[in-house]
């Protein structure tokens, strides 16, 4: 599906509510945005410290609002286990409960081990894979049945990045845990899966990876680099009815880019 017919709303995920952390920028955005043209119900999760934050969270909830759809902004550092609550509190309150949990929220950061400072690394741990387990043990006792859950990996090459070990590490934390909820959810009929974004045009890749772009793009198959749009597309069809027989499963969205 390309930009362009994204954009035409739909009833696929009519009913339902979905709770997308770090949602209001760059891939977390483009999620809350296509799910709220799917007809869902959107809980729009901002980092309250972050400065502009909350206006983004609101510039989201409106846009969703304009398509005809209904969505919330709700504040919650993802990696404390109170907020974690707090956001699915917020949901039940607003829309009666969570069906669609999208664990967006990450942080990035790349140095030679031997200078990544250890409050780097804790940061890392804590933004990328503690919050995703932390929003599975909600999800374990308060995603609906035959609900979906969708958490965003990296697309590391399997040779591994030089000074991104740390980074790399956390992701592939959250692809296990993916196929351990998926394990242990499905008797509920709740899928689990993982999607593994290539290079993304985002303000991350433009901040970290502006000098190596060409070079991305030459060794993309598809000539170009990712765009939010492109894994707010995969989302939309693992958090549907269309696709209740994956689960379990890390899904590459990268152009062929390895």
């Not at 934050?53 to 609002?65: L, P, R, W």
């Not at 995603?143 to 969708?150: D, K, N, Q």
Request: glycine letters at 12%; charged letters at 20%; hydrophobic letters at 45%.
């Amino acid at each position: 599906m390309t930009a362009s017919t994204a954009s035409t709303a739909s009833t696929r995920l009519a009913g339902r509510t979905a709770l997308v952390t770090g949602a209001t920028r760059g891939i977390g955005r483009a999620i809350a945005q296509r799910l709220g043209r799917d007809g869902a119900n959107v809980v729009v999760n901002y980092r309250a410290t972050r400065q502009g934050a909350s206006d983004q969270a609101q510039e989201v909830v409106e846009e969703i609002a304009q398509g005809g759809g209904r969505a919330v902004a709700a504040p919650g550092e993802v990696g404390k286990a109170a907020d974690m609550l707090g956001l699915f509190d917020a949901a039940e309150r607003a829309f009666g409960g969570v069906d669609i949990l999208v664990n967006n929220a990450a942080m990035f950061a790349a140095a030679p081990i031997e200078y990544l400072p250890e409050e780097v690394f804790d940061a890392l741990v804590t933004t990328n894979l503690k919050s995703v387990y932390l929003a599975g043990q909600q999800a374990a006792s308060r995603l609906r049945e035959g609900g979906r859950v969708i958490n965003i990996s990296a697309g590391i090459p399997n040779g591994g990045v030089a000074f991104m070990g740390i980074y790399g590490a956390t992701k592939a934390g959250v692809e296990v845990l993916t196929r351990s909820l998926a394990h242990h959810l499905g008797s509920r009929q709740i899928t689990v899966n993982a999607i593994a974004p290539g290079p993304t045009d985002t303000a991350m890749l433009a901040e970290e990876a502006r000098a190596m772009t060409d070079q991305i793009i030459d060794s993309t198959p598809l000539g170009r680099l990712g765009l939010p749009t492109d894994l707010a597309d995969v989302v939309s069809l693992l958090a549907s009815d269309d696709a209740h027989w994956i689960t379990g499963q890390v899904i590459g969205v990268n152009g062929g880019f390895e």
